[in-house]
Structure formats: structure tokens, C-alpha cells
């Protein structure tokens, strides 16, 4: 089937996405924006906060968790989207969860948040400013940040997997804790194999923002439309 631009309610930019079906899905960007997919038409959800919404996570059950500018965070608990207190105040880039218990979220001040299903509470700070956050399991969790510093998380502490090297990286992916792939400035693309990562070819020159596949199918996206699909 083809590509096709859908109606949406807001002009503001959209900066995160995510879904847990084709007729359960949420957008949040510029502005508090946060609108809702049913399967049939997208409907802005108007709520109380003008701060921009950089990123958003939906787990099976249809709990939805997105941040923003200025430490914002947001909850939807099935019937309705609230703010929830923040350990920080700065900027938070990234974040992903497993479960409504376990959601991890990460700052551009280099801190890194954890929702217990009651509370976020700081888990991490300190680090160089990061991103992006991503995991294949509890057990297995990555962020990334400036200078391309990739972080780990082993189910029971963090640690640096790459040091920065000059290019900072914005999206990070895999299928397996052996084969994870990265992206970030100037085109770079990081392939982590054998225990090291290496950068490999890559056919962009833009920014490359975000990074997402299927098994052996992998799809990165970028500034100025750029797609690769591999």
C-alpha cells in the first residue's frame, strides 16, 4: 500500500509518535500539543500545558507517558491525561517503557528518570546530555546523547558502552544485545557488533534523528525528509 498524508488537527509540529495498535496511537510536539488516532481520524486532546512535548510511550494496556520542556511529564491512565511532579526541571528528551511500572526517561542536563507506577524518581545524573532512550528489555536499556555517548543499563546499573567521540546521536535501535545500530549528526550511522561499535557507511548527510526496523528491516529517519531504508 502507498504513503499518504492524513488530516490532523493542529499545525504545530509533531515531534514523537507512538501506538499499540493501528487504532490506538498518539502524537505529542510543539505547544502541549497531544492529539489521538482511533483508526479513523486524529482529534486533538486540549490540555492545560503550552510546553513543548518532545517524545511519547504507550504500553499494551493503553497507558500513555510523554515529556517535554522544562521537566514536564504527562500520564494517560486509560480515562484521562495529567501532569505528574518531575525530579527535574530541565529538558526531557527521551523516554520509553516495558511496562506502566517501568518507564525510563532521559534530560538534556544528563539525568536519568524512572516511573515506579507511583512516582518518577531520579535514577542517574551527572552524565553528559542525552537524547534518546531505548530497550529490548528491563535487562537491557540504551540511551544516547552529545558528543555520541551510548549508555547501557544491565537490569541493575548504567554504564558507558561508547565514549563521545565528536558526533552526537540521537536514536539508537536493535534486535539483540549483540546488534544494536545508532544514529545521530551528519549522517552517522553506529553498528554495534562483536562487543564494539563501529561506524559504518552511510548514504546521508543530514541529521539523522530517529531509527526504527523490523528483524533484518531497518528504517532511519532525518532532517530535511531524508529516509533511508535498509
Known sequence: SDWYEMDFPSGDVINGIWGNSGDNVVAVGERGLVAHYDGDEWTQIELNISARLYDVWMSDDGQAFASGAGGTLIIYDGSEWSEVESPVDDDIRGIYGFAPGNVVAVTREGSILRYNGDVWELEESGLPALFNVWGLSEDAIYAVGSGGVILEFDGVEWSIMHEPFGKGMYG??????????????????????????????????????????????????GNFGTIIFR
Open 172 to 221: 539508537i535501535w536493535g534486535t539483540s544485545p549483540e546488534n544494536l545500530y545508532a544514529v545521530g549528526l551528519d549522517g552517522t550511522v553506529l553498528e554495534y557488533r562483536a562487543d564494539i561499535w563501529r561506524p559504518i557507511s552511510s548514504v546521508a548527510t543530514q541529521n539523522l534523528s530517529d531509527i526504527w526496523g523490523i528483524r533484518d528491516q531497518i528504517v532511519i529517519a
